[in-house]
């Protein structure tokens, strides 16, 4: 017996779920820095996707290195000082952090609310939905620089009207947009986001927002 198998049912449920989302950010920063091949991500999310215990999910990442999680992006959440509006934030302490990595495969990812811990962001979706929604999020002075790699999927920013966008990502049938809402001239601005990245068969857009 595992020191799982005591706990409610929706208990264990959320606890497979936040070990298989920590497996496949783990997998998918190991493959953006080169750690692992494309092959050999795909065959580990795509087994992470259908694990059904927790042991699988740890056995396909226990080589890995971890990445910081939820949970420590909570705790720096908790000890800054209330917040003022997205547009006039300026978190120092995320400059030159370790960049943050997150993978979506064959589901949705949403990251919303003060969830950046760094000026660099690694998102890779295969197949999936991915949001970045960056309107509550404390952002540092300087490019956010965003890396969005979408296989037959979706990447969808969401920023603060007002917050410049440049959007280089390449598509290959697919697309690659920003709505007309979005401001894109960088120039004189204290903060503003970078997309680079490449669409195949799938999308990056970028959406202005209140």
């Known amino acids: 017996m595992t020191a799982y198998q005591g706990q409610p049912k929706d208990d264990r449920y959320r606890g497979i779920e936040s070990v298989r989302q920590d497996a496949i950010d783990r997998l998918t920063a190991a493959f953006a820095s080169d750690a692992i ?6 065959r580990r999310a795509t087994a992470a996707t259908a694990a059904t215990r927790i042991e699988e999910l740890e056995r396909l990442s226990f080589d890995l290195p971890a990445v910081k999680g939820a949970e420590g992006r909570r705790e720096r959440g908790r000890a800054q000082e209330p917040r003022t509006g997205a547009r006039n934030r300026t978190d120092n302490s ?51 620089r965003i ?47 970078e997309i680079s990245g490449f669409a195949m068969m799938g999308s990056v857009t970028v959406r202005a927002m209140d």
Do not use: H
């Not at 091949?37 to 795909?42: G, I, L, Q, S, V």
């Not at 990447?155 to 401001?183: C, H, Q, W, Y």
């Open 147 to 193: 890396e969005a790699f979408t296989l037959m999927g979706e990447t969808k920013v969401i920023v603060p009207r007002g917050l410049p966008v440049r959007l280089n990502a390449f598509a290959f049938m697919g697309e690659s947009r920003a709505g007309r809402e979005v401001d894109q001239q960088i120039l004189g601005a204290p903060t503003w986001v």
């Open 37 to 42: 091949t494309m092959d050999e991500y795909e």
């Open 94 to 144: 995320l400059v030159g952090a370790a960049p943050m990595t997150t993978g979506c495969v064959m589901g949705d990812r949403n990251l919303t609310g003060n969830w950046l811990s760094s000026d660099r962001v690694s998102s890779f979706t295969v197949m999936g939905s991915t949001k970045l929604d960056l309107r509550d999020a404390d952002l540092p002075p300087g490019p956010i």
